[in-house]
């Protein structure tokens, strides 16, 4: 069985996310294709880049909103366009090209109040990513983003993430705030990048075919009010050098995820990172799930030591200092850090634990909140 794992090892963001959906394989074509789909947006630009963030490289999404300079309407289905060239262009006659293009930029302009995705000497981006201070930022209520997706025609996988995803988020800032739900939902509070992230995230996820998706553990150092609400069911490990996990991220997590748990084993395991601009990173495995047996538990007489280990994503000096303290707490006579470097030739660290037979287990349960799918590793050693 297929299984797609998020491993918030640094915090989640709602961009670093669907970022690392298209670092896993999401096809880009068919992700900008969706989402222009969706009608009653104002002109946007999605930037889809590589990104590094702590030495770790990824996939980094931007979305742009557009502002129109000199771009006059000269009727109800033309516009003309003046700078160094002047032209004219139906837009209805261009749609059905539009749609059969092929997306081979990787900054393509949409344009879904004129009907079309191309590129457009008359609008301008925002260089600092956001809407001008003479125009306010255009939102959306949870019923209008609810029929903007109905009305998109996506997979039936895809309208359920975006409509558990939104009535979640609904439920959690009704409780949050202390206000009945439906204010919530009449309320414009959804941004451009909100609506583009909760939708885009759902097409990936249906794009990338896995039967079931976990959420294993998620090293943050707060959540905030609604996603507190949101993610009580959550293995969250506090973590001061890690970011905060906000409403939007963890209502993705929570309606994509069939649980919350420790990460599985997994066989042919594939690796994919997304990042953004506030230091989060998160990380995607892919893989057929192994089942394994049964742990052996050792007699507690045994004779010997036992070394517990696991590779986990670069631990930072006080997330370390943390650890090791626990392990140590949970019985290892001695712990240590290793530095290497994964498949992916991003940084990271084996953390090694020296133990008794009789603490192997309890410090092979505490190692399992930081492994990846490669799992915790128990050997038998003899003292020198």
């Not at 492994?371 to 050693?381: K, L, M, Q, T």
Request: hydrophobic share 45%; glycine share 8%; with cysteine.
């Amino acid at each position: 069985m297929r299984v797609l794992c998020w491993d918030c090892y640094a915090g989640a963001s709602e961009d670093a996310m669907l970022g690392a959906l298209l670092d896993a394989g999401a096809e880009e074509r068919a992700l900008r294709a969706a989402l222009y789909k969706l009608e009653g947006l104002p002109p946007f630009r999605l930037e889809v880049q590589r990104g590094v963030r702590e030495g770790t490289s990824g996939t980094r999404i931007h979305v742009y909103a557009m502002q129109a300079t000199n771009a006059q309407p000269t009727g109800r289905d033309q516009h003309s366009q003046r700078g160094p060239f002047s032209f004219e262009h139906d837009h209805e006659v261009m749609l059905q090209a539009v749609r059969d293009a092929e997306f081979a930029s990787l900054d393509v302009e949409y344009m879904p109040t004129l009907g079309q995705l191309h590129e457009h000497p008359g609008l301008e981006s925002d260089d600092a990513d956001e809407q001008s201070d003479d125009a306010p930022e255009p939102t959306w209520s949870i019923r209008q983003t609810l029929r903007m997706a109905e009305n998109a025609g996506f997979s039936d996988g895809a309208q359920r993430i975006v409509r558990d995803a939104l009535m979640l988020l609904e439920k959690a800032s009704a409780e949050a705030e202390g206000i009945a739900p439906r204010e919530v939902r009449e309320r414009q509070w959804l941004t451009l990048r909100d609506v583009l992230h909760i939708v885009g995230c759902a097409v990936c996820l249906e794009l990338l075919h896995a039967a079931r998706v976990v959420c294993g553990p998620i090293r943050t150092s707060g959540l905030a009010a609604t996603a507190r609400v949101l993610m009580t069911d959550a293995l969250c490990v506090e973590d001061s050098a890690a970011a905060q996990v906000g409403a939007i991220g963890a209502a993705i997590l929570t309606a994509s995820s069939a649980e919350y748990a420790t990460l599985p084993m997994l066989r042919g395991q594939q690796a994919a990172y997304g990042v953004d601009n506030d230091q989060r990173t998160v990380r995607i495995w892919l893989g057929e799930q192994v089942h394994a047996a049964e742990p052996i538990m050792l007699p507690a007489d045994a004779v010997g030591l036992c070394l517990v280990e696991t590779t986990c994503p670069a631990l930072g000096e006080a997330a370390w200092v943390t650890l090791a303290a626990q392990l140590m707490a949970h019985g290892a006579e001695d712990a240590w850090r290793t530095d290497a470097i994964d498949a992916q030739a991003n940084r990271a660290s084996v953390v090694t634990a020296q133990c008794l037979p009789a603490q192997a287990g309890s410090l092979a349960k505490l190692l399992a909140a930081h492994a990846g799918p490669g799992g915790v590793r128990v050997h038998r050693v003899q003292r020198a």
